[in-house]
């Protein structure tokens, strides 16, 4: 299954995504995570409300995929987070506080907890009840 299944039930979505982003987390509930960091690798797809036509051909009419990236990153770094479930709500909820943002998906991998698999973590989805469409 693709990170990125269709919206098309939706309205018209731009898509903005950052895709395999790998960071030092500290993360875990067991004394030997809580030791050291460990890599996490981040994937975030967010759904932002198209505008009819072409728009201008200014940043400031998106969401910018930089500052998102760095809002996690400061996230990550500020803070120890047992589960990857509560570090994925929380970076689910910052980006939905631009109200231009319809949906954000939020996929977090612990890459070197289980030596068969390649990965293990958690996806989630969040709506923007907020936003206008």
């Known amino acids: 299954m693709s990170f990125f299944p269709s919206w098309s039930n939706r309205p ?3 898509r903005i995504f950052i895709k ?9 509930v067991y ?21 009819k036509g ?8 998106t969401v910018s995929y930089e500052d998102i990236t760095n809002q996690v990153k400061t996230i990550i770094r500020n803070t120890h ?24 998906r939020v996929m ?6 289980i030596s068969e698999a390649q990965a293990v973590g958690v996806e989630i989805e969040r709506w923007n009840e907020d936003t206008q469409i």
């Open 12 to 14: 018209a979505l731009r």
């Open 108 to 113: 977090l991998e612990k890459l070197d907890i």
């Open 81 to 104: 987070f047992h589960l990857v479930e509560t570090l994925a709500e929380t970076i689910v909820e910052t980006i939905l506080e631009d109200k231009r943002v319809y949906v954000a």
């Open 20 to 28: 395999d982003l790998v960071l030092q987390a500290r993360i875990g």
């Open 54 to 61: 072409v728009g201008i051909d200014d940043i400031a009419r």
């Open 31 to 51: 004394p030997f995570e809580q030791e050291t960091t460990q890599r996490l690798q981040v994937n975030i797809s967010i759904g932002v409300i198209e505008e």
